[in-house]
């Protein structure tokens, strides 16, 4: 209940701070920087702690770009590979390992990855939900599928505790 | 002086701290995360003065993309303009502005936006410079040429002074 | 150590040389055309012992083309694929053997081709590895997986080889 | 009439060398490795005595990739303008200053730039042409236009005054 409050009050203090600037540039609700930075930073940290470096890109609700870090030493082919794993999970929303498990040989989706551009079809992709609503996600890669993937949850984990905390 | 014992020391450490784990992967001297992220602080610092929300991508010598951040409520088609004003800077070593003098109609080098799949030839895109070296570039975009002019110099700046500091 | 007093050398040598004109344009450490026409010109000679046609492409540290040679009669297919046989294994760090390797139907990187613009998951790419830094790669394309690889690997060795000489 | 004994020399030679394995893969009287080779050390000697690093890129009659040398400090950015210089040249069998002339604002290719994925239209892309036919095309990007198209023009001199000499 407190938190579909929260929701309410944020909803209605959007429009009336930009009234004088013309119509809202940005759904209210959507990702913002503050809680991009937040994923980002707490993804970093689970990075460093695991010791391989990484490309971690975070996306809107809209699938289009808001933060992205690279560390010293990563994959220059992991920048890609984490965008298309972010907005693979955003596309069609699930993570990258789950829609993967479905394009596999045999499988129902098979060769989906050569939609939208280019899909990632392993682990490493993951939403980001906030208050109950897919809010965009996050896409990290540079090390094993398993090391991708636990540093794209700890980045997912920060907001969703971000919003617990608040609430 | 001082600045290149410096940067002997800090490539004098490269090679050996990483020769445990196979041949080093990213070029001693190219632009660390820390060197990214001071940029792109500055850079959102100029630009939340400012009050216009800006894209700000942060490439290494390479032109590879390090860092990003796009604030609340920026146009979402800055995403890629950002982007492109940074690798037009590197990938010409120059200012994007400068690259847009000489791309004029009856100037030298009118129509080379349509090459390197699309560069920016006005303002917004700037190099960053560390110990003399190229190390990579900054591309702003969201405001007018002059706003994201003023936050790609901030960000550059940034990195400038970083350096005198230290030295 | 004597290596070490050489990459010493060399780059004190070059921001001082260019100081006259503006900041020094490429990275000292990365990979020269004098390096990349050791490897292209060991890889050629290595192709006509073969007697197989092959496209040859070398490029930097940061991924981009330094050189090529396309032979008679090659395909002209395998210019592409050459590049991204480079481009590959500069991006992972990796053989594009090794890369494909792990993309196999059932494996964890299943699909990754699909990222970068298109990837090369056969073998002909290799790391170019000068004094324990990774300076680029070469991309080998026009006969069998074997003759590619040999003729990669001969290039490759070429550079290693040189450093050698003058340690 | 020398020239024309030679070319069909030549012509007559290159099937019966191949016969033994299938078609010939190269049309008689293209470009070859060696040619192209002959016209990229030209121009790299006409770049070192200018002293303005570049981007050579070397096409045959079908306008593909045949040799490609990047000088140090040469720009990124003129890896692609130096490429599609040379293809803008063969396509339109003309200069790239010369169809620039007919692309300007108000004249009747205007715009023309953006087909066949990018053209540019301005100096330094010239046709390279053997014993009267037109066998490829050499792009050079680095300098001002003046410079590269110095450059470009002792690349494409080196492969008449080659065949001068033979015949």
């Known amino acids: 209940m407190r938190r579909i ?12 701070s930009s009234q004088a600037q013309g119509p809202v540039k940005q ?8 809680q991009a930075q937040t ?27 808001k ?4 560390e010293d030493g990563a994959f220059l082919g992991s920048i ?5 794993k972010a907005i693979t999970a955003r596309f069609f929303n699930m993570s990258s390992a789950d829609l993967g498990a479905a394009a596999q040989p045999g499988k129902e989706l098979f060769g989906i990855e ?13 939403l980001l939900v906030h208050n109950g609503v897919i809010v965009g996600a996050i896409g990290v890669s540079g090390g094993s599928v398993a090391e991708d993937t636990a540093v794209a949850k ?12 608040k609430n």
Chains 1, 2, 3, 4 share one sequence.
């Open 80 to 84: 890609d590979v984490s965008k298309k």
């Open 114 to 126: 050569v939609t939208n551009g280019g899909l990632v079809i392993f682990g490493g992709g993951e």
């Open 27 to 34: 759904l209210p609700g959507d990702l913002t920087l503050e």
């Open 154 to 165: 700890a980045g997912a984990a920060a907001l969703s505790n971000a919003a617990k905390k």
């Open 5 to 16: 409050l929260v929701l309410f009050l944020a909803l209605m203090l959007y429009p009336l």
């Open 39 to 65: 994923v980002l930073n707490a993804a970093l940290a689970k990075s460093k702690a695991q010791g391989v470096p990484m490309n971690i890109t975070v996306v809107d609700a809209g699938g289009n770009l």
């Open 67 to 70: 933060a992205f870090a690279r």
